[in-house]
């Protein structure tokens, strides 16, 4: 895995919340017994009319102004549903680096803003999620909406998102789990570290049989 | 202080804290299938890994394999490539694997209690997010990706951050008519589909208590869609009794049986355990649940309407009138005025015997309506033959329906079963997701005893009231 510490790229909008894993991508595209080629399949259902092949000049990706973007905005409970890794493989193929949704408050209880498995998932594949308030994501919404080709560095190290405006930049800091951190920004290869307990792991079992 | 179910099953799997905050979690059961793991026996053989526990290692294969009586001729290329490489793979690393012309195939959630693979106090994973299913017999079960899949293969660890913990207690008893499916969309609609997020669920209360085993798999099997990973009952007779019963291979026997139970009694959540966050719900208030929209949080009692975009809580209007829009469905439309093409029963959720016969009760000696398709898959071959033996087939086929083989079918249509655009389904699968069961389809969730009388009537009937109707008394 790549080791991930900052990227600045063009910053893309899905304004939809609850986005599942089925409409990251559809099932026809599960039965590849190879861990590359999804991008093109990337929200397979909504990227292409009725053909299967034109993009749906409706549907925000295929804007010409999010071309060759690599950080997608979108809205809360990402990645819901299926455990399918075959997700996080087609945005990451299709050239995201990260992603970016808000957490929720209910009620005083913080609602993730990704869903646990995709979240999984995304850190082995090197894909970064990160939570920010929902006043955080509508003023990039609003701010990306305002200016064709904005772009976001993705500072991992530091922790923060910087929006380059125009006029100024913008930064909202976020928080991250520092073992995902870490995993992150060395580009770990879980196996290997997890196999350094190899001893323990025999004590483990020969204790519990 | 006492301690919960999870943090019992959790503390006896510590393999060692890792830096970080992150804890190596041993893994006792790890079930596999064709579709989440050929990426990751590839990986293993690429670094010249090995299965570290091919013994506890179970594969079948379910989601591409076609049901109709022609389902050994494979035709989609695709798909048999994948039902292929999990042969090799199974062979190559010494897994066993319960292929397509075993009698005990079939969807990977129902055949692991079958064979006594699923008791009480393991940790148990599998790349498929509806392993919350074996929570039922108060496991620690969950589903991973396919590199979590690889790394357990090599490792029979995981790197797991502790989740935290929500007590659900469904209080009374439920309204004939009223099933666990109902219990468990209730809940996804209080709290949504990401309510559950980062939380382990233990339903508990007297509701749950009068469940079967059956029943109890149905709601912890949808903990997922609420967005928790796992979901626990606290095991008890019940389940002591369904695992004693039938021939399960892998569960312990005569003596080992009753260690084991003496040891699964003392699973239970101490009554001074803390939870991070409880929930109670009166289980004899909830209504025959039908699902709207196009995610499972998007539900509604049976007696009520199709909302406006703005009255759904959890929902923006933006996204209701999406949902909306998909489903073919205006605001304040009566559940019970929506008519339908399809009845799919069937899935993980609800294909074991118990839902076959609750729907059979329905449908014996009437018609499926004029209009209407009825596909009924069996979640595994013994249940088939289960219902075979108790003559379900013959009512399901008498009554107009389709009698198929185990697999997945419809409930994601990545086999030869699928809706055709605009067509509309009464569902006893889990996800009413856009197009999961065939581009442009419309799933509606509901239980088996829901969907059977939708069979018949051509709409969403309420049950309760149908039944009074047609002098009908359940069976469970
Ligand atoms: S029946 Fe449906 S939900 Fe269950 S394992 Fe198969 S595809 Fe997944």
């Given at each position: 895995m790549q080791p991930f510490r900052s990227h600045r790229g063009i910053v893309a909008l899905l304004d939809r919340a609850n986005v599942d894993t089925d409409q990251i991508?559809?099932?026809?595209?599960?039965?590849?017994?190879?861990?590359?080629?999804f991008g093109k399949s990337l929200f397979f259902d909504w990227r292409y009319l009725e053909d299967g092949a034109s993009p749906n000049p409706e549907f925000s990706l295929n804007a010409p102004r999010y071309a060759g973007a690599s950080v997608l905005v979108t809205r809360n409970n990402f990645g819901c549903g299926s455990s399918r890794e075959h997700a996080v493989w087609a945005i990451s193929q299709y050239g995201f680096k990260a992603v970016i949704a808000p957490w929720e408050d209910r009620n005083g209880v913080r609602v993730p803003g990704f869903a646990d498995i995709f979240r999984n998932n995304s850190v082995k594949n090197g894909l970064l999620t990160i939570e920010l308030s929902a006043d955080e994501v509508q003023q990039i919404f609003d701010w990306t909406e305002r200016q064709v080709g904005l772009e976001a560095t993705i500072d991992l190290e530091e922790q923060r998102v910087v929006l380059h405006l125009d006029e100024a930049e913008e930064a909202f800091p976020f928080e991250i789990d520092p073992a995902v951190k870490d995993h992150l920004v060395r580009g770990l290869d879980d196996i290997a570290l997890t196999l350094e307990h190899a001893d323990a792991i025999a004590a483990y079992e020969a204790r519990s049989s | 202080m006492g301690k919960t179910l999870f943090e019992k099953i959790w503390d006896r799997h510590v393999v060692t804290d890792l830096p970080g905050g992150d804890t190596l979690l041993y893994i006792d059961r790890h079930l596999v299938h064709e579709v989440t793991s050929p990426q990751a026996f590839e990986g293993l053989r690429l670094a010249g890994r090995t299965v570290r526990r091919p013994d506890l290692t179970f594969a079948t294969m379910d989601h591409n394999v076609p049901t109709d009586a022609d389902r050994l001729n494979v035709k989609d290329p695709i798909s048999k490539a994948q039902i292929e490489a999990l042969e090799r793979n199974c062979a190559e690393f010494g897994v066993t694997l319960y292929g397509l012309t075993d009698t005990r195939q079939g969807i990977v959630h129902i055949i692991g209690p079958e064979l006594g693979i699923t008791v009480p106090g393991l940790t148990m994973v599998c790349g498929d997010s509806h392993t919350s299913t074996h929570g039922a017999f108060g496991t620690l079960a969950f589903g991973i990706g396919t590199s979590e899949v690889e790394h357990v293969l090599a490792t029979q660890t995981l790197r797991q951050k502790k989740p935290r913990t929500f007590r659900v207690e469904y209080t009374g008893r439920l309204q004939p008519g009223a099933t666990s499916k109902d219990m468990i969309l209730k809940l996804i609609g209080l709290i949504s589909t990401a309510g559950g997020t980062g939380y382990v669920l233990e339903y508990c209360g007297e509701a749950v208590r009068a469940l079967s085993m059956e029943a109890r798999m149905t709601i912890c099997n949808m903990s997922i869609e609420a967005g928790a990973r796992a979901g626990l009952i606290a095991p008890d007779d019940t389940t002591f009794e369904f695992i004693a019963r039938e021939d399960r291979p892998f569960a312990p026997h005569g003596e080992a049986f009753e260690k084991a139970v003496a040891d699964w009694r003392g699973l239970p959540s101490d009554a001074d355990a803390v939870f991070d966050r409880t929930l109670t719900i009166d289980a004899s208030e909830i209504a025959p649940q039908v699902t709207w929209g196009t995610n499972p949080g998007m539900v509604v009692d049976v007696t009520g309407c199709v909302p406006e975009p703005h009255e759904v809580p959890g929902h923006s209007a933006g996204d209701v009138r999406m949902a909306l829009e998909y489903m073919g469905l205006k605001p304040r439309t009566p559940i019970t005025d929506i008519p339908l093409d399809t009845v799919f029963l069937g899935s993980c959720t609800n294909a074991r015997i118990e839902d076959l016969r609750n729907a059979a009760g329905i449908l014996k000696d009437r018609k499926v309506a004029n209009g209407v398709r009825l596909i009924v898959v069996p979640g595994s071959q013994q249940v088939r033959k289960q219902a075979e033996a108790e003559g379900l087939d013959r009512v399901f086929r008498d009554a107009g329906g389709e009698w198929r083989f185990a697999g997945c079918s419809m409930c994601l249509g990545m086999n030869p079963d699928q809706l055709k655009p605009g067509e509309r389904c009464a569902s006893t699968s889990n996800r009413n997701f856009e197009g999961r069961q065939g581009k442009g389809g419309r799933t509606h969730l509901v239980s088996p005893e829901m969907a059977a009388a939708a069979a018949v009537e051509g709409r969403f009937v309420d049950i309760r009231a149908w039944m009074k109707e047609n002098a009908y008394a359940a069976v469970s």
């Amino acid at each position: 895995m790549q080791p991930f510490r900052s990227h600045r790229g063009i910053v893309a909008l899905l304004d939809r919340a609850n986005v599942d894993t089925d409409q990251i991508i559809p099932k026809q595209f599960l039965k590849s017994i190879a861990r590359t080629g999804f991008g093109k399949s990337l929200f397979f259902d909504w990227r292409y009319l009725e053909d299967g092949a034109s993009p749906n000049p409706e549907f925000s990706l295929n804007a010409p102004r999010y071309a060759g973007a690599s950080v997608l905005v979108t809205r809360n409970n990402f990645g819901c549903g299926s455990s399918r890794e075959h997700a996080v493989w087609a945005i990451s193929q299709y050239g995201f680096k990260a992603v970016i949704a808000p957490w929720e408050d209910r009620n005083g209880v913080r609602v993730p803003g990704f869903a646990d498995i995709f979240r999984n998932n995304s850190v082995k594949n090197g894909l970064l999620t990160i939570e920010l308030s929902a006043d955080e994501v509508q003023q990039i919404f609003d701010w990306t909406e305002r200016q064709v080709g904005l772009e976001a560095t993705i500072d991992l190290e530091e922790q923060r998102v910087v929006l380059h405006l125009d006029e100024a930049e913008e930064a909202f800091p976020f928080e991250i789990d520092p073992a995902v951190k870490d995993h992150l920004v060395r580009g770990l290869d879980d196996i290997a570290l997890t196999l350094e307990h190899a001893d323990a792991i025999a004590a483990y079992e020969a204790r519990s049989s | 202080m006492g301690k919960t179910l999870f943090e019992k099953i959790w503390d006896r799997h510590v393999v060692t804290d890792l830096p970080g905050g992150d804890t190596l979690l041993y893994i006792d059961r790890h079930l596999v299938h064709e579709v989440t793991s050929p990426q990751a026996f590839e990986g293993l053989r690429l670094a010249g890994r090995t299965v570290r526990r091919p013994d506890l290692t179970f594969a079948t294969m379910d989601h591409n394999v076609p049901t109709d009586a022609d389902r050994l001729n494979v035709k989609d290329p695709i798909s048999k490539a994948q039902i292929e490489a999990l042969e090799r793979n199974c062979a190559e690393f010494g897994v066993t694997l319960y292929g397509l012309t075993d009698t005990r195939q079939g969807i990977v959630h129902i055949i692991g209690p079958e064979l006594g693979i699923t008791v009480p106090g393991l940790t148990m994973v599998c790349g498929d997010s509806h392993t919350s299913t074996h929570g039922a017999f108060g496991t620690l079960a969950f589903g991973i990706g396919t590199s979590e899949v690889e790394h357990v293969l090599a490792t029979q660890t995981l790197r797991q951050k502790k989740p935290r913990t929500f007590r659900v207690e469904y209080t009374g008893r439920l309204q004939p008519g009223a099933t666990s499916k109902d219990m468990i969309l209730k809940l996804i609609g209080l709290i949504s589909t990401a309510g559950g997020t980062g939380y382990v669920l233990e339903y508990c209360g007297e509701a749950v208590r009068a469940l079967s085993m059956e029943a109890r798999m149905t709601i912890c099997n949808m903990s997922i869609e609420a967005g928790a990973r796992a979901g626990l009952i606290a095991p008890d007779d019940t389940t002591f009794e369904f695992i004693a019963r039938e021939d399960r291979p892998f569960a312990p026997h005569g003596e080992a049986f009753e260690k084991a139970v003496a040891d699964w009694r003392g699973l239970p959540s101490d009554a001074d355990a803390v939870f991070d966050r409880t929930l109670t719900i009166d289980a004899s208030e909830i209504a025959p649940q039908v699902t709207w929209g196009t995610n499972p949080g998007m539900v509604v009692d049976v007696t009520g309407c199709v909302p406006e975009p703005h009255e759904v809580p959890g929902h923006s209007a933006g996204d209701v009138r999406m949902a909306l829009e998909y489903m073919g469905l205006k605001p304040r439309t009566p559940i019970t005025d929506i008519p339908l093409d399809t009845v799919f029963l069937g899935s993980c959720t609800n294909a074991r015997i118990e839902d076959l016969r609750n729907a059979a009760g329905i449908l014996k000696d009437r018609k499926v309506a004029n209009g209407v398709r009825l596909i009924v898959v069996p979640g595994s071959q013994q249940v088939r033959k289960q219902a075979e033996a108790e003559g379900l087939d013959r009512v399901f086929r008498d009554a107009g329906g389709e009698w198929r083989f185990a697999g997945c079918s419809m409930c994601l249509g990545m086999n030869p079963d699928q809706l055709k655009p605009g067509e509309r389904c009464a569902s006893t699968s889990n996800r009413n997701f856009e197009g999961r069961q065939g581009k442009g389809g419309r799933t509606h969730l509901v239980s088996p005893e829901m969907a059977a009388a939708a069979a018949v009537e051509g709409r969403f009937v309420d049950i309760r009231a149908w039944m009074k109707e047609n002098a009908y008394a359940a069976v469970s």
